[in-house]
């Protein structure tokens, strides 16, 4: 946790210091991932049973609390099988480099990296569906300026080769958050008949 306003402030020294750590998968998802991806779900559980959806036009859809537990269960176990698998996409990427790091250092990467879609979940306090894509978009706009800033210095590569990996890369993530969030909107929508 102590990289995430370093992260918002400093990105390019925060990912200097975050490569000097060495920190372990366990290590960092029990102190950071863990933590941060509980606050779109903590969020989001509020929200949707306490005030609902806001469709607009007075259309709300709101959850009970059981409905909401479990689907608050499922949201929480995509949020982290995303990051692992974005530590897997950019270890894969990092294929023909010769500075390629493990898996594990990728998947620590991978949970920095989306430090600022963990805070976007905040929104989800009010769950107006055009305010949280709005707040989504500029969290994933961030979350790729810190891919450019951070690839450099974690992958030991120049600025211009920077930018095609952190942009190939952002688009996959983007793949994958779409993915993510299909689910979670079917989930969502299905919940209450799961549940």
Known sequence: MNHVWGLLAHPNQEMRDIKQENESVSHHYTHHVLLMAAIPVICAFIGTTQLGWNLGEGQYIQLNTLTGI????????IIL??????????????????????????????GYVATP????????????????VLVGAAALVYTGYLLYVGIPVFLSIDREESMRFSGSTLAIGVLVFEVLLALTVVLWGYG???F
Do not use: K, N
Request: hydrophobic share 55%; aromatic share 14%.
């Open 192 to 194: 209450p008949r799961l």
């Open 81 to 110: 099988g995303g990051v692992a698998v974005m530590g897997r996409v950019i270890h894969w990427m990092a294929r023909d480099y010769p500075q390629r790091p493990g898996v594990q250092r990728c998947t620590v990467f991978a």
């Open 117 to 132: 879609l963990f805070i976007s979940g905040l929104v989800a306090l009010y769950p107006l569906v055009w305010l949280c």
């Open 70 to 77: 479990g689907l608050g269960i499922l949201f929480y176990l």
